[in-house]
């Protein structure tokens, strides 16, 4: 049996972090899991060690984020940041800075959630942002990373999002249309990215891994 590992989590009260967090608590691979975040979380466990941080200044709580495998759902909205400053701001720069810091802590597994059309040159600013994010942290050198591209996430959030609700509601009755090159397409439950995430990290894997959102369904069950 391989020995236990430390699991670090930013993003655990997002939709997909909430998730994972738990499955995070409850494996055996895990022996530490520590979140790291702006607030502390309503929730308590012996193996949870809660590290509140200003993403602003990441790098003042870097001797807290020692980890073997650090798990990133951090992601907002533009509508949500205010300005697409803002938004590059949670979307890249703190995603990337993360990266850049667990690695120097020697983690050897990052995995991420990006976003279906992550595209480094896209004119879509959302997708150049994520997929700009890609890019840098691939170039960090990670022993294995692994990228989560899903389509729209199903599940409740904390807080509302119009836009993704209304495309919620007419994409899920959908879905069942979405065959063979389509499937990449349907919406996805959050709790199957997150179990995905958990099950990939256990492969201990080397190498670079994109996974689309067909793949992150069939690697979530």
Same mark, same amino acid.
């Given at each position: ?8 989590? #930013? ?9 994972? $967090?738990?499955?995070? $608590? ?15 979380? @309503?929730?308590? +466990? ?9 993403? &602003? ?8 984020? #020692? ?10 909205? !533009? ?11 949670? &979307? +890249? ?24 059309? #992550? ?32 389509? $729209? $996430? ?15 509601? !007419? ?22 990215? #997150? ?5 990939? @990290?256990?492969? &201990? ?17």
């Amino acid at each position: 049996m391989h020995r236990t590992r430390t699991a670090l989590i #930013a993003g655990a009260s997002g939709l997909v972090g909430s998730h994972l $967090l738990l499955m995070l $608590l409850q494996s055996d691979r895990y022996s530490q899991v520590i979140s790291v975040g702006r607030r502390e979380l @309503a929730i308590i +466990h012996p193996k949870l060690d809660q590290q509140i941080v200003d993403f &602003d200044n990441l790098k003042k709580s870097a001797s807290e984020l #020692a980890a073997d495998d650090v798990f990133c759902c951090l992601g907002t909205t !533009i509508k949500k940041a205010g300005t697409k400053e803002a938004f590059y701001k949670v &979307d +890249h720069t703190y995603v990337t800075q993360l990266a850049e810091i667990t690695l120097r802590r020697n983690a050897t597994q990052f995995l991420v959630v990006s976003a279906m059309g #992550a595209d480094a040159s896209s004119r879509i600013f959302y997708n150049r942002v994520k997929g700009e994010m890609e890019r840098d942290i691939q170039a960090l050198g990670f022993t294995s990373l692994h990228i989560f591209r899903p389509a $729209l $996430l199903l599940g409740e959030r904390e807080e509302h999002r119009t836009g993704e609700e209304i495309s919620a509601r !007419i994409m899920k009755p959908l879905s069942v249309l979405m065959i063979g090159p389509m499937r990449k397409y349907r919406p996805i439950k959050a709790e199957t990215v #997150a179990s995905a995430m958990l099950h990939a @990290a256990a492969q &201990d894997q080397k190498g670079d891994k994109v996974y689309l959102s067909d793949e992150i369904e069939r690697l979530g069950h």
